[in-house]
């Protein structure tokens, strides 16, 4: 895979200048419009032909106004975050965990495992040759242990990094939390960590490249109620993160692929990530 379709694979988002700082931006507005001031006064009243003018002027300036207005409003509607939700697809059948083939269809995963909440995420599969990936996601093999793969989880620990033998630490309980945990864990930023809103969710998005020189070994990276232990073996791997505040829990989805990974997988992947719903 070129660098330029791993572009393209990539969601862009506008990264922050210090990845750390995780706070929206307050942008200044002016605190009262301007004044105009008018140099010009006129004594005399209007001759018949100026009067007349004003009076068909009368209702084109109106116009001109009110189109202005609409614009107006139509730029702010337009640039304003009323971005609908999805509703996730009907009749999505649970991800058992078993890694048996999916077929097409709605299915959704159980970020935390647990029947007695409800948080889930519930995607599309359209094309052949996906598996489940332990009731965490939907993941297809292309090579041996090659694989693009999309996990939607709530995550227990992390490791500080994945290049030394450190011991996981909790995983944090907000989403800039463990974004900061996962964007400083030794990984090559390709995109830096930066707020976004995602699949009906405030959040982070972050990108980055598992490093080479770590002994070549498979990199541990985060442990989940769902999917287990995760490693990242592959010192090309391009994981594409984002984590979302989902009433309160930090719900993160993992969307992995290599530059060799097949196009066609590539773009199954992403037309998996379009499908995808997190609720509630």
């Known amino acids: 895979m070129t660098h330029d379709q791993i572009d393209r694979m990539v969601r862009k988002a506008n990264p922050l200048p210090d990845p750390t700082a995780l706070e929206p931006v307050e942008v200044p507005v002016l605190a009262t419009p301007l004044e105009r001031r008018m140099e010009m006064q006129i004594d005399d009243r209007p001759t018949e032909v100026q009067a007349d003018r004003n009076r068909r002027r009368g209702p084109i300036v109106g116009i001109a106004a009110a189109a202005v207005i609409l614009v107006a409003g139509l730029v702010l509607f337009l640039t304003r975050d009323n971005t609908p939700v999805a509703e996730p697809a009907p ?25 007695e909440t409800a948080t889930r995420g519930t995607f599309v599969i359209e094309g052949d040759g996906w598996e489940d990936a332990s009731g965490a ?3 297809k093999s292309f090579a041996e242990n090659q694989v693009v793969w999309l996990l939607v989880v709530e995550v227990d620990e992390v490791w500080p990094s994945i290049c030394e033998s450190t011991a996981p630490v909790a995983a944090g309980t907000t989403a800039a939390e463990l974004a900061n945990q996962i964007a400083n864990n030794g990984s090559t930023v390709r995109e830096a960590l930066a707020p ?16 080479a020189g770590c002994g070549g070994e498979a990199k541990p990276a985060w442990t ?10 592959d010192p090309t791997e391009m994981v594409e993160y984002w984590f979302l505040d989902v009433e309160g829990t930090p719900v993160m989805i993992d969307a992995t ?17 379009d499908t995808l719903v997190i609720t509630p």
Do not use: C, I, K
């Open 257 to 273: 692929w290599t530059p060799t990974s097949p196009e066609e997988d590539v773009t199954e992947l992403r037309a998996v990530l």
């Open 91 to 115: 009749n999505a059948t649970e991800l058992t965990g078993d890694g048996q083939p999916l077929a097409p269809g709605a299915y959704y995963a159980d970020t935390d495992g647990n029947e």
């Open 137 to 139: 996601g939907a993941m």
């Open 224 to 233: 989940g109620p769902v999917f287990g232990f995760e490693r990242y073996s």
């Open 196 to 211: 976004v809103n995602a699949f009906g969710h405030n959040g982070y998005h972050l990108v980055v490249e598992v490093p």
